[in-house]
């Protein structure tokens, strides 16, 4: 079974400030890894993901994270947040083998502060 | 092409009755699947539908039931409503059920238990 810990519930940063959003997996086997976004009154919306290949992986609105094996973690990184990334962002890890669903954490959520 | 669609957008009920919510996929996506998030619990897995055959299933009680149609349209349905039930439900779906795919969501569907 996998398991993701997001290890901030909640984030505040002023505008124009870099942002990480941690996040640590449990898994036996190998995972894909995902972030995904929800703004409010809205359902949830892929960032970024990581199959294979190059650990560091560009997203949308200028996101990326970093797949680190032999810590077990994939922490999203911004540069300069807006106010418009306010949201709640969630982790989550999907096993390779096999079609077996999505285990989210229970997501971190980012106040940009003017 | 049209996003996943979801109705009721929002559903107020009381203790002991039944509800049923719809979700649309994208045009050609054959997997959808369904997700309780609570603040508590966060984003917990119900099912999975692909091609009419329920594929996984997360670990909710038999109260808790889906389908899935010939056109991949599907419903949820819970009977005899508990207070705990108030959540948003999100339906999300993806091409073929790929572990590697991106999921994309729905906008849920608020259901309040009084």
């Known amino acids: 079974a996998q398991s993701v810990t997001q290890l901030d519930s909640q984030v505040p940063v002023f505008e124009e400030a870099p942002v990480e959003l941690r996040c640590n997996y449990s898994s036996s086997v190998s995972v894909y890894l995902f972030w995904y976004v929800q703004y409010p009154n809205q359902g949830l919306q892929l960032l970024l993901k990581y199959l294979s290949g190059s650990t560091l992986v560009k997203g949308i609105n200028g996101f990326e994270a970093e797949f680190n094996k032999s810590q077990t973690s994939f922490h999203l990184r911004k540069p300069s947040v807006h106010i418009s990334d306010t949201a709640e962002y969630f982790c989550?890890?999907?096993?390779?083998?096999?079609?077996?669903?999505?285990?989210f954490g229970k997501g971190t959520r980012l106040s940009v502060i003017a | 092409k049209a996003g996943v669609t979801q109705t009721p957008r929002y559903l107020i009920k009381t203790r002991g009755q039944q509800v049923t919510l719809s979700c649309s996929p994208i045009?050609?996506?054959?997997?959808v699947s369904w997700y309780q998030q609570t603040p508590g619990q966060g984003l917990q897995f119900l099912f999975e539908y692909f091609s009419e055959t329920q594929r996984n299933k997360g670990n909710f009680p038999g109260r808790f039931s889906g389908r899935q149609f010939s056109n991949s349209r599907s419903e949820m349905n819970v009977s005899t409503l508990e207070l705990g039930d108030s959540a948003l439900y999100l339906c999300a779906s993806n091409p073929s059920g790929g572990s590697y795919n991106e999921q994309f969501f729905g906008p849920g569907t608020r259901l309040t238990v009084l």
């Open positions: 045009s050609g996506h054959r997997s």
């Open positions: 989550a890890v999907s096993p390779v083998l096999g079609n077996t669903p999505l285990v």
